[in-house]
């Protein structure tokens, strides 16, 4: 059996959840950070990035259709917020809060099997 990284076909926390960091993961005070282009003021010290920090959210760095296939524009430089946000069962436990913005999208929710992809190798050969 071969890994599969449901997240490819999902997107839903990139569109439910507002995505807020410290200004310093931003592209001012860190290279290669989160560009700041993409970004909002949120409050003090904190960006957020556009899009998500609405009545109806969507990151801006978000491309695709959410449940089929998407992926993330800036995901070598994503903030702690994104990189800290594990998927229900990617490390053998349930996410409530990955849970919630799939179920707002209608997609089902992830379970241990959804990592586990089978390959054609994988199959007993026939005899």
């Given at each position: 059996m071969g890994t599969y990284n449901p997240c490819i076909s999902c997107g839903a926390?990139?569109?439910?959840?507002?995505a807020s960091f410290y200004w310093t993961?931003?592209?001012?005070a860190t290279a290669n950070g989160v560009p700041h282009a993409l970004t909002d003021h949120l409050y003090t010290h904190y960006l957020v990035m556009k899009g998500t920090?609405?009545?109806?959210?969507?990151?801006?760095?978000?491309n695709g259709v959410i449940g089929s296939?998407?992926?993330c524009e800036i995901y070598a430089q994503?903030?702690?917020?994104?990189?800290?946000?594990?998927?229900?069962?990617?490390?053998g436990e349930v996410?409530?809060?990955?849970?919630?913005?799939r179920a707002k999208w209608g997609l089902p929710l992830l379970d241990r099997d959804a990592w586990i992809i089978p390959r054609p190798?994988?199959?007993?050969?026939?005899?």
């Open positions: 926390c990139c569109a439910y959840y507002r993961e931003s592209d001012l920090d609405s009545a109806t959210p969507r990151c801006i760095a978000l296939r998407v992926y994503r903030s702690s917020v994104c990189r800290n946000f594990p998927p229900s069962w990617e490390n996410n409530e809060r990955c849970d919630k913005a190798d994988d199959f007993p050969k026939a005899a």
